[in-house]
């Protein structure tokens, strides 16, 4: 087999972006503990949760205590590729570009121990299967990755992603140590409101819309115009700031 990889994204800002993404992992990853590794007790704080209190020190020093415990949790990364388009104008340029993106994005994390998985609606030329790779990291991870990337076909008719992403949804509360990342040039509002109730599950997710020059003015308008409606009602402003 001759296999071609897809050749890495040269956008100017990606790389801010994955920076940005990256410390979004490492913050998240601070945030969970392994209940099973007790590491000791000590004062509490206003941000501290009511189930970490430690009741009988608390009552035997006659102040509030909490439980802390060793984070043993591995930093993970959940990426969601879209390649279906349903307007009337398609842009395959544009699905190629959220392809090499994933892969920047793959290997950047992958060689500073973040473990990634990929799920894409697009489907595998051989075996005619939806795109799931799970978990994994090394150059081995790497390797199989990209090569489910070659092998994806872009152009057929695929299952929509907000079907993917509300079947993720069932098991979110359980991988909520994972930032997810949505790479989709659709932008329907059904994609929205699915990735949104994801965001909401796991805490951590991120869209990432590639456009062409000529749409920056209208999706300025169209940001603009929702900014402004979101300003009239706490609902409008909740969803604004989560898409």
């Known amino acids: 087999w001759l296999y071609v990889y897809p ?4 956008l100017p800002r990606l790389p801010e972006v994955v920076r940005r993404l990256y410390g979004e992992v490492i913050t998240n990853r601070l945030l ?10 000590r004062d509490y704080t206003d941000s501290d949760p009511m189930r970490k209190i430690n009741w009988k020190s608390t009552a035997r020093t006659g102040s509030l205590k909490v439980n802390q415990f060793y984070d043993t949790s591995s930093p993970r990364l959940m990426v969601f590729l879209n390649v279906e388009q349903t307007g009337v104008l398609t842009y395959e340029d544009l699905v190629e570009e959220s392809i090499r993106i994933v892969r920047n994005v793959l290997e950047e994390f992958i060689r500073k121990g973040v473990s990634v998985t990929i799920i894409s609606n697009g489907v595998d030329k051989l075996t005619r299967q939806e795109i799931h790779l799970k978990e994994g990291v090394g150059l081995e991870h790497i390797d199989a990755c990209l090569k489910q990337l070659a092998r994806m076909d872009i152009s057929g008719k695929v299952r929509g992603m907000d079907e993917l992403i509300r079947e993720k949804l069932a098991h979110a509360q359980k991988e909520q ?11 329907s509002e059904k994609l929205a409101q699915a990735y949104l109730e994801y965001a909401q599950a796991s805490g951590n997710a991120t869209w990432l819309l590639p456009i062409h020059e ?12 929702n900014e402004v409606r979101s300003k009239r009602s706490e609902e409008h402003t909740s969803e604004f700031q989560s898409h």
């Open 7 to 10: 050749a890495r994204s040269t």
């Open 32 to 41: 969970w503990e392994d209940p099973f590794e007790f590491k000791g007790i």
């Open 214 to 225: 000529s749409m920056t003015d209208y999706l300025a308008a169209s940001v603009q115009e």
């Open 177 to 187: 140590e994972a930032v997810s990342l949505l790479l989709s040039v659709e932008r």
